[in-house]
């Protein structure tokens, strides 16, 4: 049989292409020179390491907010440790605290019974405070070393190598699977004897091994460790997987692939409007708007899809 592509699978590819002609000819031709590329890629780098662990929560109709407050944390406490005890330190410190973390939010979700909207919202707001308790009386800098390695060419292999694993977790193994069987139907899962609670946890704990990743990379990218660092990255993770298509309700329509689109769809928004010299009060209403229109018309022909099948069932029972 062949496969048909719904409407809804190709909205955010659409949109995509629709919003990079726009700002071609809005740019003159400034939006794709080498430098330029360069730079939506860099800035989509981040977005896209951080949106592969958090689509691990959402496939489950789930959400995790606290993914940017995590990241800053775990980013300034590992750089704290390298200062003291050498440059590597920063690894195992950073990404045990962002496990951590995100084992915290599968607990209370899982056992707990604990909606995680509201329970990663607490956690942001507790993770920002805790942020700012450390930097309070401490200047935190990144290991010189590894700035020295802060290069496109280096940042490039490492998110390629990254989302090759987890697109292959996310998509072949049964973490994945399970993941997305969740968002689809719950009771399902549990009827077939899946521990849902365990599933619960390592997709939380996914989300928090890569939000300490892209910590690292921003604080490295940075210089060192500020009030600010990685704000309102939550958002813009949250938002590039549903302008990549991906239903607020998770299940199968999550997909790597969507999460790429999303991400360079959002960067790219923001990046021309930069170069189209708007300025940065205006530049925020506009993005605003440019993906609410997006995501509504994601979301129309989304309803519109699952309406049409719906009535289709219909139809074929009473025939």
Excluded at 23 to 48: C, D, E, K, M
Excluded at 173 to 184: F, L, Q, S, V
């Amino acid at each position: 049989m062949k496969k048909k592509f719904s409407i809804n699978t190709l909205i955010p590819i659409l949109s995509f292409l629709i919003l990079f002609c726009v700002f071609l000819i809005a740019t003159r031709g400034t939006l794709v020179t080498p430098q330029n590329i360069s730079n939506i890629v860099s800035q989509a780098f981040p977005v896209i390491i951080g949106g592969t662990g958090v689509l691990f929560v959402t496939a489950m109709g789930s959400t995790d907010l606290s993914a940017g407050a995590n990241a800053a944390l775990s980013a300034t406490l590992g750089a704290m440790a390298a200062s003291h005890l050498g440059t590597w330190a920063i690894f195992p410190v950073a990404i045990g605290t962002g496990m951590l973390v995100g084992a915290l939010n599968g607990l209370w979700n899982s056992r707990c019974k604990m909606p995680s909207f509201m329970m990663t919202l607490a956690m942001l707001i507790g993770l920002r405070g805790l942020l700012n308790y450390f930097l309070a009386s401490n200047l935190i800098y990144a290991p010189t070393v590894l700035i020295t390695f802060n290069t496109f060419p280096v940042k490039l292999a490492i998110v390629a190598v990254l989302v090759v694993i987890f697109y292959y977790v996310f998509e072949y193994t049964k973490i994945g699977y399970y993941c997305r069987a969740i968002g689809e139907n719950e009771r399902t899962v549990i009827a077939t004897g899946i521990n849902v609670k365990r599933i619960r946890m390592t997709a939380f704990i996914i989300s928090g091994f890569m939000a300490a990743l892209f910590g690292i990379m921003q604080i490295v990218n940075v210089g060192g460790s500020t009030n600010s660092l990685c704000q309102f990255m939550e958002m813009r993770i949250q938002m590039a997987i549903f302008l990549g298509g991906v239903s607020v309700t998770g299940g199968f329509s999550a997909r790597i692939y969507k999460l790429l689109i999303g991400s360079f769809t959002i960067v790219m928004i923001e990046n021309g409007l930069t170069l189209c010299g708007v300025d940065s009060t205006l530049s925020s209403a506009i993005q605003g708007i440019l993906l609410m229109l997006v995501l509504f018309a994601t979301i129309y022909f989304e309803r519109r899809s699952v309406a049409s099948k719906i009535h289709h069932a219909v139809n074929a029972a009473n025939a």
